[in-house]
């Protein structure tokens, strides 16, 4: 069970540039999302997901974009890379949404826009 | 004002001492509260969470929610070499399915 796998660990792109970071679960969750960790501010929602299919926005949403194709992905699509994008991404999914049976997290995406 | 408030630390205490550890918000939606723990360069784990006003143990673990008063602690009894770690607490209104609020984590170091 590897429950939260996240690729790349790290990364340097360049500005204007485009990736897509990869998230897969294997624990058959319904809840998917992705958070960024800056120093000083904390962890702050960029989208969520609630099942396959469905997506939405969370507080820092602007400049990536995600799909849910199927349970076990979300990816997240960085559409044209800026330095303020630098930062630590993390995945988290969840049971479902509502009933909380606590959020697993990956270990992280570091990623640095020079 | 921030939603959620955590005093980043650090916070450094010695081998066996007991740790408390506190947010405070400003949302009453707030009804899920958790304790993460954040080892360098890693992703958060949970540690703990509940959902009422209250205590919650977990072996040398509480955690503390007072409704009434917006302010959640967690508490370390016996604390170790191996606590040493970011902690952040995480709110989550009744609804779920916009995410965690977190506090930006507090830098707990246990001196041996």
């Known amino acids: 069970n590897a429950g939260v796998t996240q690729t790349p660990k790290f990364q340097v792109l360049k500005t204007g540039q485009s990736m897509t970071l990869q998230c897969a679960q294997d624990m058959n969750h319904e809840y998917m999302s992705w958070y960024r960790q800056d120093p000083g501010m904390g962890l702050r929602l960029i989208h969520y997901s609630v099942g396959a299919g469905i997506t939405d926005q969370g507080e820092v949403p602007n400049g990536y974009n995600v799909s849910r194709s199927t349970t076990e992905d979300f990816p997240l699509r960085l559409l044209s890379a800026a330095p303020s994008q630098t930062s630590v991404y993390f995945c988290?999914?969840?049971?479902?949404?509502?009933?909380?049976?606590?959020?697993?997290f990956g270990s992280g995406t570091r990623l640095t826009v020079v | 004002q921030k939603e959620v408030e955590q005093d980043p630390g650090p916070l450094s205490v010695p081998e066996g001492a007991i740790v408390s550890l506190n947010c405070t918000y400003s949302?009453?939606?707030?009804?899920?509260f958790m304790w993460y723990r954040q080892y360098s360069r890693k992703g958060p784990e949970l540690l703990m969470y509940?959902?009422?006003?209250g205590n919650k143990e977990d072996g040398r673990f509480t955690a503390q929610v007072d409704k009434s008063s917006k302010y959640i602690s967690l508490f370390i009894r016996d604390s170790q070499p191996s606590d040493s770690a970011t902690y952040l607490c995480?709110?989550?209104?009744?609804?779920?399915?916009?995410?965690?609020?977190f506090g930006k984590g507090t830098h707990l170091i246990i001196q041996p």
């Open positions: 988290a999914s969840s049971k479902e949404y509502g009933f909380n049976y606590g959020y697993t």
């Open positions: 509940t959902y009422s006003s």
């Open positions: 995480a709110l989550q209104s009744g609804g779920g399915a916009d995410g965690l609020t």
């Open positions: 949302n009453s939606a707030f009804q899920y």
